[in-house]
């Protein structure tokens, strides 16, 4: 029984579905990268609804709020 051929998602390119082919489903490690590059530039992503930022997160703390050592008495 022959290895499934499958074409790669970024090129087209067809490929045998084996350990012979260690990038798959891509051909080549060049075509996994330009893949990955695409999800993490967001140019690809899982359709859904996108979620409003949360209101009711309290906002960063600033320089006053942040607990400082005690001071010494004079």
């Given at each position: ?32 990268l ?37 001071r010494?008495?004079?």
């Amino acid at each position: 029984m022959s290895a499934a051929r499958v074409k790669c998602p970024t090129c087209g390119r067809s490929i045998e579905w084996s350990e012979v082919s260690p990038f798959r489903p891509f051909c080549s490690e060049r075509c996994k990268l330009i893949d990955l590059g695409a999800w993490l530039s967001e140019q690809r992503g899982i359709p859904g609804e996108t979620s409003p930022p949360d209101s009711g997160e309290s906002p960063a703390p600033s320089a006053d709020d942040v607990d400082s050592p005690p001071r010494a008495p004079k």
